[in-house]
């Protein structure tokens, strides 16, 4: 059954013969505002990067899959930390029982950091950290490595996820308030522009917020208000925007409606181009370019017939290829399951190269350009996102929406919505709700797994990393950290050195809870 309207409540017209509603100019391809992409020849002249996401178990078992996507064709590197590690607990502690190397690669120390980019060059692989709450200390660890390895830190290139502001709102591995969270953010930001050039110091997230229920119209709405948030915050830390908005990066989700999802990219460059230049006053063209890592939508894996989650990706990453993206991961087949297995990983990537060499999308820039539904969604998504941001301007800017609650309902209702649309098959999901065989609940497909012994072995691992190390070296550099902390200096120098003479992730992050506290969320009603 044909639909009246799309997920964000955008009225469909059964034919358009027209570009519909408000005109925006759209530009050049690589010029202000960014409609048509970031670069003048886009894929033409080089693809996007093919960044799967990776990361279980232990350092050591990471590195293997990691260097097995390398082998395969896989451009830059993309880091899954565990639960305990995005929460800032050591492995042996309390809080990480039961979670150790599960959804992701337990890091404990600078030994952990070195054992994961074992035999990976790092001055020309790009690497992508998905960390927040504790993404200064990681980016440390990995900064020491490089250290070690005598690569100049201008040689490093990569992003760190450090949005701790879509934790709040999608997530929850948030652990301090807002207001020294911000302050972490703005110190990486600061640090990075000056030792770390080539560094993306944060990549806004509204991928997570789109797998917490949000509608494409949110997605765009939510995560550009944070956008401006940190803006701000880096503006009143006393930085030049224009030093700072160039290494900015977005993080996107591609969902299933092809055509609103690459409507959605080329909104999200218009709006972000004009609220760099208009209202934060950035100059440098670089600082008006929403550049953007793109992930396949998670959530609308189904453990039913896992091998229609192949169909999904695909079309997936083709929304995210014709929108352009500028990096990519796509899912395995199996995600809805487990962790992916190395043939389901390969397959997600096999994807993207087919794409990107043999679907022909590639050969020309914003192939989709003139047409007249894909420019009248780009239009209505603007005028629609326009608003909404307006209005959590109106609730103070972001961090004021997420600490009312009133950004978190807003996800809610729309989460709640489309399980209701499910549950009552007006939204179809092949294999689940429609089309269902008799025990297809049941997966035949072979999965990831993360031995149990994992925990006690990487516990131990860092109880031994702990005795082998100087202690009181370890205890005047936490010290540091903790005068720091307590003051206004920047942390990032004080965490490199922490992590490089032995301090624990735990253990820097502890010093951080005791002079920050812990952040408790409001409650939200659906």
């Not at 917020?209 to 009143?236: H, M, P, Q, V, W």
């Not at 004080?494 to 253990?507: H, K, P, R, W, Y």
Request: net charge negative.
């Amino acid at each position: 059954m044909a639909r009246n309207e799309n997920d964000s409540g955008i009225p469909l017209r059964p034919v358009y013969d027209r570009v519909e509603g408000t005109a925006h100019e759209t530009g050049e391809p690589g010029t202000f505002p960014f409609v048509r992409g970031v670069r003048k020849d886009m894929y033409r002249g080089r693809l996007w990067t093919k960044r799967q996401y990776a990361g279980f178990a232990t350092a050591a078992e990471s590195n293997a899959r990691y260097r097995y996507l390398l082998e395969r064709g896989t451009t830059g590197l993309s880091v899954a930390f565990d639960l305990p590690t995005q929460l800032g607990y050591d492995s042996d502690a309390l809080q990480a029982r039961g979670e150790v190397g599960k959804v992701g690669v337990a890091i404990d120390s600078v030994a952990d950091m070195e054992t994961l980019f074992d035999q990976i060059p790092l001055d020309r692989v790009t690497v992508s950290m998905t960390i927040n709450a504790p993404a200064s200390i990681i980016l440390s660890m990995l900064l020491a490595v490089a250290r070690r390895r005598g690569i100049p830190f201008e040689k490093l290139g990569g992003t760190i996820q450090n949005d701790v502001l879509k934790e709040y709102v999608a997530r929850g591995t948030y652990i301090y308030p807002p207001e020294p969270s911000m302050r972490l953010v703005t110190d990486v930001m600061s640090y990075c522009a000056r030792e770390v050039p080539q560094w993306n110091t944060i990549s806004i997230s509204g991928y997570h917020i789109r797998e917490a229920g949000s509608t494409a119209l949110e997605e765009i709405a939510f995560t550009l208000s944070n956008g401006k948030a940190y803006l701000r915050a880096a503006r009143d830390a006393g930085m030049d925007l224009d030093a700072i908005a160039p290494r900015i990066s977005f993080f996107w989700n591609a969902h299933n409606d092809l055509f609103e999802e690459v409507a959605k990219f080329r909104a999200a460059r218009y709006l972000w181009a004009h609220i760099t230049r208009d209202e934060f006053g950035c100059k440098d063209p670089r600082s008006h370019m929403l550049r953007f890592h793109t992930q396949t939508a998670g959530s609308t894996l189904t453990a039913q017939e896992p091998e229609n989650n192949v169909v999904r990706v695909t079309l997936q990453a083709l929304a995210a290829v014709l929108g352009g993206t500028q990096s990519l991961h796509t899912n395995g087949k199996d995600e809805a399951l487990a962790l992916p297995t190395a043939e389901a990983a390969k397959l997600a990537l096999r994807t993207q190269q087919i794409i990107g060499y043999e679907s022909g999308v590639t050969d020309v820039v914003d192939p989709l350009a003139g047409s007249y539904y894909v420019e009248t969604l780009t239009n209505d998504l603007i005028e629609r996102a326009q608003a909404l941001i307006r209005e959590v301007d109106d609730l103070g800017g972001s961090i004021a929406a997420i600490e009312s609650g009133w950004m978190q309902s807003r996800i809610a209702d729309s989460a709640y919505a489309t399980q209701r649309a499910i549950e009552s098959g007006e939204q179809v999901v092949v294999g689940v709700n429609k089309f269902v065989e008799p025990g297809n609940e049941k997966a035949t497909i072979p999965l990831q797994r993360v031995d149990e012994a994992v925990e006690h072995d990487q516990a131990r691992r860092v109880t031994a990393f702990r005795a082998s190390r100087d202690a009181a070296a370890v205890a005047q550099r936490l010290k540091r950290v903790r005068s720091a902390a307590e003051g206004r200096e920047n942390l990032m120098p004080f965490f490199i050195d922490a992590v490089d003479a032995g301090a624990t992730l735990g253990e820097v992050c502890n010093v951080l809870r005791e002079v920050f506290g812990v952040y408790h969320a409001p409650e939200v009603v659906a």
